[in-house]
């Protein structure tokens, strides 16, 4: 149980074209999504948190216009990346948490999206 | 949120037991210890949690100290595919913060 999937796995785009990346709990109904991103050697950054049927927070520094989320149900969210620039080439990691009890349970990961943008 | 220390490297032999310390002085009452892994190019892998018990589950054992100012993760056999950069994090709000984690390199 507890699986994450991201689709795509990986992608190249041109600079100035926009880029979105699913990300959906296959097994449970995820009250809370998150978005994190991650350089090479680094650590995963969170950007944004997402609870279903509302708007997304934002981590300090992120802009929001840049990468849209939305989680329209319990069991997917997505991030568009708009305008992608070469800047923006990273690991992008998506993890869902099921509220439950009134408390967070336990996050999960996606396998990560790898964008490349030219 | 708690800020957590951990050692930026280790080795272990395969087949041995793997202990991997973290400390957390400044864990506040309701905050769990969690921890996952990263293998290379993958998302992170949830391992274990826990609040002030001990916890084993099939793949490793959380031994938190009394006072919950450290805990130690252990893997009891390691294994090459254990080969991973281990985050130990501390949770308060809803947000997993990662810091820089253990390389932990098991060889043959």
């Known amino acids: 149980g507890a699986v994450v999937s991201q689709h795509p796995s990986w992608v190249i785009c041109k600079s100035g074209t926009s880029v979105k990346i699913e990300c959906r709990s296959l097994?449970?109904?995820?009250?809370?999504m998150f978005w994190y991103r991650q350089f090479p050697k680094q650590s995963l950054m969170l950007m944004a948190t997402?609870?279903?049927?509302?708007?997304?927070?934002?981590e300090q520094g992120v802009e929001k216009d840049k990468f849209l989320i939305n989680h329209a149900s319990l069991t997917l969210s997505t991030l568009t990346v708009t305008s992608a620039h070469p800047e923006d080439s990273s690991f992008y990691i998506c993890s869902a948490a099921e509220l439950a009890g009134g408390y967070q349970e336990t996050q999960y990961f996606g396998p990560g999206t790898r964008l490349l943008v030219l | 949120d708690a800020k957590t220390t951990q050692p930026t490297s280790m080795d272990c032999a395969e087949g041995r037991a793997a202990n991997l310390p973290c400390n957390h002085s400044t864990i506040s009452g309701n905050e769990y210890v969690y921890w996952y892994r990263q293998i290379h190019s993958q998302g992170p892998q949830y391992i274990i949690h826990?609040?002030?018990n001990n916890e084993t589950n099939e793949m490793a054992s959380l031994i938190i100290t009394e006072d919950r100012k450290s805990s130690t993760l252990i893997l009891p056999h390691a294994t090459l595919r254990d080969t991973a950069v281990y985050y130990c994090?501390?949770?308060?709000?809803?947000?997993?913060?990662f810091g820089t984690g253990t390389r932990l390199q098991v060889f043959p």
């Open positions: 994090i501390v949770l308060g709000t809803d947000k997993l913060i």
């Open positions: 997402s609870n279903e049927g509302s708007k997304a927070t934002y």
């Open positions: 826990g609040l002030k």
């Open positions: 097994d449970f109904q995820a009250t809370t």
